[in-house]
C-alpha cells in the first residue's frame, strides 16, 4: 500500500522555466511533509518542508503548497537551472510517536534543459 | 552544520563474510536512522534509535544487526548477507519529530 504517491516518474523542464512536482498521499494523519533532492548514489538532500498547519512555504527558488483536503502537495523551482537536475522525493510523516517515521514517494526525476 | 557521515562509501562482501557500516553526526540529533534504498525505488526504513534505545524496527531480518554505542554513532552489522540485500545503505539523523538530515551512503555489494 503506497501511502504517498508520485505520479510522474519524469519531467522535463527548459532552463528559466517553472518546474512542477507534484505529491499525493492517502493518510489523513500526515501533518509534515517534506522534499528532498537526489543525486545517483548519494544520500537524499533536504529541500524544504511544510506542517499541516501551513498551506505554502517558500524559501528561495522553492515553494511547497499543501492541499489538505487534496491530500496533494506540489513543489514548485522557479527559474530552473540545469543543477536542479536530480531526483526528487516527497515524504511524510505523523507526529504523535516518539520519533519521526518518515513515508517516501517513488521520486520524480526532473531534467533541465539549457 | 548538517553533515552525516558514512563509511565505507563501497563495501562488496561474500554471503559468509561479516562486516560493519559506520555512520555518525555530531549535530546533538537524538533520532538516528538506517534506510535502505534499491535502484530506482524510495528509501525504506530499517531502524530508528532514539536517545541511543532501538525504538522501531521494521521487520528487518536477523543477519542486520544495529547498535548505538553513543549519541553520535551509528553501526549496523552485516552477517550472512544475501546477494537481493545488495543496495545503497543510507543513515540519517534528526532532533526528535523534526526534519531527517541523510548521510552519502554505502554502496554495498553482496556476492
Known amino acids: 500500500d503506497q501511502q504517498v504517491k508520485q505520479n510522474s516518474p519524469s519531467l522535463s523542464v527548459q532552463e528559466g522555466r517553472i518546474s512542477i512536482l507534484n505529491c499525493d498521499y492517502t493518510n489523513s494523519m500526515f501533518d509534515y511533509f517534506l522534499w528532498y533532492k537526489k543525486y545517483p548514489a548519494e544520500g537524499p538532500t533536504f529541500l524544504i518542508s511544510i506542517s499541516s498547519i501551513k498551506d505554502k512555504n517558500e524559501d528561495g527558488r522553492f515553494t511547497v503548497f499543501l492541499n489538505k483536503s487534496a491530500k496533494h502537495l506540489s513543489l514548485h523551482i522557479v527559474p530552473s537551472q540545469p543543477g536542479d537536475s536530480a531526483v526528487y522525493f516527497c515524504a511524510a510523516s505523523a507526529y504523535g510517536g516518539a520519533t519521526n517515521k518518515l513515508i517516501f514517494g517513488t521520486g520524480t526525476l526532473l531534467a533541465v534543459q539549457p | 552544520d548538517t553533515e552525516v557521515t558514512q563509511t565505507p562509501k563501497h563495501l562488496v562482501m561474500g554471503m559468509t563474510n561479516k562486516k560493519s557500516l559506520k555512520c555518525e553526526q555530531h549535530?546533538?540529533?537524538?533520532?538516528m536512522y538506517w534506510y535502505k534504498q534499491k535502484a530506482k525505488k524510495p528509501p525504506e526504513l530499517m531502524f530508528v534509535?532514539?536517545?541511543?534505545?532501538?525504538?522501531i524496527n521494521e521487520s528487518v531480518p536477523s543477519r542486520f544487526s544495529p547498535e548505538c554505542p553513543n549519541s553520535s554513532l551509528l553501526n549496523l552489522h552485516l552477517h550472512a548477507l544475501q546477494p537481493e540485500d545488495s543496495a545503497l545503505y543510507l543513515c540519517a539523523s534528526s532532533q526528535l519529530l523534526d526534519t531527517q538530515y541523510f548521510g552519502p551512503g554505502t554502496r554495498l555489494t553482496v556476492l
Open positions: 534509535y532514539s536517545y541511543e534505545k532501538l525504538s
Open positions: 549535530m546533538g540529533h537524538r533520532a
